[in-house]
C-alpha cells in the first residue's frame, strides 16, 4: 500500500490560515491524492482530491508538489466546525478497485 | 437527497452472539463499502459491494460477512462476537464500483457496536 505520513496533531487560531502537509514519498505516477475530513462523532466526508495540479473548491485548496512526493492541504480561514482529524490517502488500485486506505490522519485543533 | 444511513446506531452485545448491520446507501449509488474504526487500528476497510457482488474484500476473518440487496442496500454480518470487535462500524456509498480513482465515498454516521 502506497503510504502517507502527516503530523499527529496541529493546532490553529479561527480564522486564520492553516496549512496540513502530507508526506507520499512512495507515490506512483497514477494515485490520486484524497483528502477526507472526520468531524467529532461523524463518519469521514470528502473535503478535496488532486493528481499533479493544484486543486480549490469550497471547502479548501490542494497544493501539490512539482515532484508529487508531497502535498498540503489549505483551510483558508479555520473556523470552530474545521476542528476534525484530517486524512491525507493516496488512492491506488487495489484487487481491481480504489479503495480508501486510512493512515492515522492529522488531529486538528481550532482555537477561539 | 438523503445521506447515507445506518441503522441501528447504537448495539450491545456479548461474545458469542452475531450481530447484523444495516446500511441505505444515498439514492442512485450502486456501491457500498464497509470500515471498522477502533481507537487502535484506525479505519480499516472491510468490503466492498457493487451490484449485489462482492468486489474487494479487506483482511479480515471469515466472521465478517456481508451481502448487497437489488436497491443496493447492504447489511453486514458479524457472527461469534469477540471483545475485540468492539468498533465503530462505517459504511459508504458511491456512485460507481470503485473502478475510477476519483469516485467520492459518502459515508454514514456509523453502528457503534459494543461487546460486553
Known amino acids: 500500500d502506497a503510504k502517507t505520513t502527516q503530523p499527529n496533531s496541529m493546532e490553529s487560531n479561527e480564522e486564520e490560515p492553516v496549512h496540513l502537509p502530507c508526506n507520499h514519498s512512495t507515490i506512483s505516477g497514477t494515485d490520486y491524492i484524497h483528502w477526507y475530513r472526520q468531524l467529532p462523532s461523524q463518519g469521514p466526508e470528502y473535503v478535496i482530491h488532486g493528481l499533479t495540479s493544484n486543486v480549490n473548491n469550497r471547502m479548501a485548496s490542494l497544493a501539490i508538489a512539482e515532484d508529487r512526493k508531497s502535498s498540503t492541504l489549505i483551510l483558508h480561514r479555520a473556523t470552530l466546525r474545521d476542528a476534525a482529524v484530517y486524512y491525507c490517502i493516496l488512492r491506488a488500485r487495489w484487487a481491481g478497485s480504489y479503495q480508501l486506505t486510512f493512515g492515522k490522519g492529522t488531529k486538528l485543533s481550532v482555537i477561539p | 437527497k438523503a445521506g447515507v444511513t445506518q441503522t441501528p446506531r447504537y448495539l450491545i452485545k456479548t461474545r458469542g452472539q452475531q450481530v447484523t448491520l444495516s446500511c441505505s446507501p444515498i439514492?442512485?449509488?450502486?456501491?457500498v463499502s464497509w470500515y471498522q474504526q477502533t481507537p487502535g487500528q484506525g479505519l480499516q476497510f472491510l468490503f466492498e459491494y457493487f451490484s449485489e457482488t462482492q468486489r474487494n474484500k479487506g483482511n479480515f476473518p471469515g466472521r465478517f460477512s456481508g451481502r448487497q440487496f437489488s436497491n443496493s442496500r447492504s447489511e453486514m454480518n458479524v457472527s461469534t462476537l469477540e471483545l475485540g470487535d468492539s468498533a465503530l462500524y462505517l459504511c459508504?456509498?458511491?456512485?460507481?464500483?470503485?473502478?475510477?480513482?476519483?469516485?467520492?465515498?459518502?459515508f454514514g454516521p456509523g453502528t457503534r457496536l459494543t461487546v460486553l
Open positions: 439514492s442512485g449509488h450502486r456501491s
Open positions: 459508504a456509498s458511491s456512485l460507481g464500483a470503485g473502478s475510477l480513482p476519483t469516485d467520492t465515498q459518502y
